[in-house]
């Protein structure tokens, strides 16, 4: 099996991109995935995509890495309607062991703006569900999500990666919205959307002294149930823009397709709000704000490429640590890959016993028909000889496969046994 990461993240992709091509909904996912089946049959995939980052990964018969990136670019821009030329550039693709070690950095938050933040492992988690849930799943691909996950727990004991802030949430409100506002206490804090980062977000605000709270969502139910957990209340989506006009600190992750807020809009909600001061923080994926919202007056626009400054200073502080989980993260990937490619050299192995047992059977079955004064004992005697034998003679090549697959998968050595012993026909 062939295994592939083609990923465009926060790091290397513009947030223009990743939002066209970011699978946003569960209906959107669950047709993903079905289209993934019909291109490509035989293969294993998991879809992670967060506000971050759209990931791909996929375990398929061959070698041919080149012919499968191609494969999936082809997949992505057919299927968001998006001109692969605009954006071919941005993509990454790893394959193999860099492709193991391409996740386990991302489930280990290395590969996040904010270096330990906890969210990663359970979006990683939720995707390789929704991979399980959607029939998309097979032995490489549970082993290696299953690894990951046992990879972020050793990082996350053994390092100190996650002290601190290390949320998306806890930086955008203890390093951006505490250098706007002096104090929260007297801040009416407006709610978009009601996921788990609308949740965690809440949270901090609720330490730094937040009071008021308004909840506005599409669904109401779920407006309900997040404002009575935090002291807050929910308002319909109809009233959002009265909202937008009272609000100091608003907090949007709806998860819409497209912005919900223009400048025009964010304008003319505001019209009584002159002279005060609006922060507000777009965790949406796509984005919920359009760009220009921020150049309005009194307006501090965040996005999530915006935290990326200080995420990087938060990396920077703790490079110590980053080694540690580095080191870890080495680690695993080489007993997986050893294991891998144990497994890809095992099928040989087997084959290869399988038909030289085969063969001493046959003929010591042609043996004992001539032979038919040979006691019980006399046979058993024979056989296990025979067997000793056998075993021995195939000790030495498959000793040197067992050798060869601790660096890397011996194709050249299994291609001569299949050649050898004829194990093709």
């Known amino acids: 099996m062939n295994l592939l990461a083609l990923y465009c993240t926060h790091q290397t992709t513009p947030l ?73 550039g941005e993509l990454r693709a790893d394959s193999g062991s860099e492709a193991v070690r391409h996740l386990f950095e991302v489930i280990s938050s290395l590969d996040s703006m904010v270096l330990g933040e906890p969210q990663i492992v359970n979006q990683v988690k939720e995707a390789y569900r929704a991979a399980e849930e959607h029939g998309a799943c097979g032995p ?10 046992h990879v972020s727990g050793r990082v996350r004991t053994e390092t100190k990666l996650s002290e601190g802030r290390v949320s998306i949430a806890s930086v955008a409100v203890g390093d951006f919205a505490k250098s706007i506002f002096d104090h929260f206490e007297d801040k009416l804090v407006l709610i978009i959307g009601a996921g788990e980062m609308a949740e965690e977000t809440l949270r901090y605000l609720k330490d730094e002294g937040v009071r008021e709270i308004v909840v506005i969502n599409r669904n109401p139910e779920r407006a309900e149930r ?41 304008r003319k909600a505001r019209a009584a709000a002159v002279g005060r001061t609006a922060f507000i923080l777009d965790l949406g994926a796509p984005r919920d704000f359009e760009p220009a919202v921020g150049n309005l007056d009194d307006v501090f626009l ?25 080191k870890i993260i080495a680690e695993e990937q080489s007993e ?26 046959s003929e010591l079955d042609r043996l004992f028909a001539k032979q038919p004064h040979l006691t019980a004992q006399d046979r058993e005697a024979i056989e296990r000889t025979v067997e000793r034998i056998v075993n021995k003679l195939l000790h030495p090549p498959l000793e040197t496969l067992k050798h060869e697959s601790r660096d890397g ?13 004829r194990l093709d026909g």
């Open 16 to 88: 223009a991109i990743r939002e066209r091509l970011a699978f946003a909904s569960r209906e959107q996912l669950a047709k993903a995935y079905a289209e993934l089946r019909r291109r490509c049959p035989e293969s294993e995939a998991v879809i992670l995509s967060t506000c971050n980052r759209v990931e791909l990964y996929l375990a398929q018969p061959g070698d041919d890495t080149e012919y499968t990136r191609q494969q999936l670019a082809q997949f992505l821009s057919e299927f968001h309607a998006v001109p692969l030329d605009e954006f071919v």
């Open 140 to 149: 490489l691909v549970h082993s290696l999500f299953q690894g990951a996950i």
């Open 226 to 266: 997040l404002a009575r957990e935090w002291n807050g209340r929910a308002e319909p989506w109809t009233d959002l823009d009265h909202w937008l006009g009272q609000a100091d600190v608003i907090v949007s992750t709806t998860g819409a397709d497209r912005p919900i807020i223009d400048a025009a809009r964010f």
């Open 302 to 326: 965040y996005d999530i490429d915006s935290l990326r400054r200080t995420c990087d200073e938060h990396r920077h502080a703790r490079s110590r640590e980053i080694e540690t989980a580095r």
């Open 336 to 361: 997986f890959m050893a294991e891998f490619h144990r497994r890809a050299s095992g099928d040989v192995v087997s084959r290869l016993m399988q038909d030289w047992h085969g063969v001493s059977k």
């Open 409 to 421: 998968a011996p194709h050249g050595l299994i291609d001569a046994l299949k050649r050898l012993f």
